[in-house]
Each structure stands twice: as C-alpha cells, then as structure tokens.
C-alpha cells in the first residue's frame, strides 16, 4: 500500500497564505470554514525572537482515532493511499470526530457531512501534487510516498531532523515538520 506523508520545511515557510488559499478554492470550502490553516509560534523574548510558521491540515495519522470512533465507517482510511478520508454519503454529520481528532481539523460542512483535507485526493489520483504543495511560495512544501524510499519525502525524513504535532497523543501523524 501506498502511505501518503507530508514533509514541510518550517525554515523556509514564511506564512504567506498561498497554501491556504489554494485549499479553499481546490476543494470549494465555504467561507468561515477551513481544511488547512497557519499557526504561528513564537519563542524567546525581545529582543531574541523567533517565530515559527507551521502549515497545519489533517495530519493522515496511521492511527486515526477519527475511524475508530466514526459510528457509521464514514472516516475510514483509503485502500490504496494509506490516507484518512470521509465518505460523505455513510457521514450523519454527528460530531463524534470532530472531538476525537487532537489537532480540530475537521468541520461539519453546511450541507451537513464531516469534511478536511484529503491531501486533495482527486489530484493525487491523477499523478498531481496537492494544490497546497503546488503553490507554495518558497517549495518548502513536500508530499509522496513513505513506502517508496527513493520519494522524496522519504529521503528528507531520512537525512533532516523533524518532527511532528502531539506525539503524545499516539496517533502517529504523516504530516512531519523538518527543521
Ligand atoms: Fe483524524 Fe485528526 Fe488524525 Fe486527521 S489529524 S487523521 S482528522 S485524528
Ligand atoms: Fe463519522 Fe460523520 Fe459522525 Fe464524523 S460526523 S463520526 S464522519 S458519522
């Protein structure tokens, strides 16, 4: 099987948006709703401040408590790609995800189903990176595949430190930060 992951470069990201706005117009996410968003951290004092911009979405975890909990196998994970996905037409819209995911990133849509990031899948089926990779400003945006090690995604695991969101919460995140 296919494991889709994301490696992104938090020297390079500057969080000029260009990621979220992609999202929103690839996947038609209505205003006041988001399936990707910037956090930004910021460490020391003045005058030696540091500030971190971390491009956020659904980390795909391999360990999903969004499936285990879903009541009607809507939240699943995808057969061949390895990554979390909803299928909209078993969702009933209960919310039960939205409070197991660690990292809020699900809504319920208007229309009344579960929605987030699918690492774009219809792009992805076509052999295209995610919209959000594909317009970052700085390339500092990664995306392949964990079981191929010439991806890569891979081969920048490998060779750069990184980490990922609450490791504590065991749900072994495939959205890794290089450092
Ligand atoms: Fe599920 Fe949240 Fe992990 Fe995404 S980030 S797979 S919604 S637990
Ligand atoms: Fe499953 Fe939908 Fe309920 Fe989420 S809102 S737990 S996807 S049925």
């Not at 999202?23 to 004092?45: F, L, Q």
């Not at 999903?64 to 819209?93: L, Q, Y």
């Not at 392949?144 to 504590?168: F, I, N």
Request: aromatic content about 6%; proline content about 7%.
């Amino acid at each position: 099987m296919t494991r889709y992951a994301m490696a992104i470069d938090i020297q390079r990201c500057t969080g000029c948006q260009n990621c979220i706005v992609a999202c929103k117009t690839e996947n038609n996410v209505p205003d006041g709703y988001h399936r990707s968003w910037i956090a930004e951290r910021v460490y020391g004092a003045y005058p030696s401040v540091r500030i971190e911009m971390l491009s956020q979405r659904c980390n795909h975890c391999e360990i999903p408590p969004c499936v285990a909990c879903c009541p009607t196998g809507a939240s699943h994970i995808h057969a061949r790609d390895g990554i979390v996905v909803i299928d909209r037409a078993k969702c009933i819209g209960c919310k039960i995800c939205l409070t197991a995911c660690p990292y809020g990133a699900r809504y319920i849509h208007p229309d009344g189903y579960g929605d987030k990031c699918t690492f774009c899948l219809p792009r992805i089926e076509k052999g295209l990176d995610p919209a959000c990779v594909s317009v970052c400003s700085t390339h500092c945006m990664h995306f392949g595949d964990l079981d191929d090690p010439e991806s890569e995604v891979s081969r920048l695991l490998l060779t750069r430190s990184s980490h990922v969101l609450l490791p504590e919460a065991g749900t072994k995140p495939h959205v890794h930060y290089l450092r």
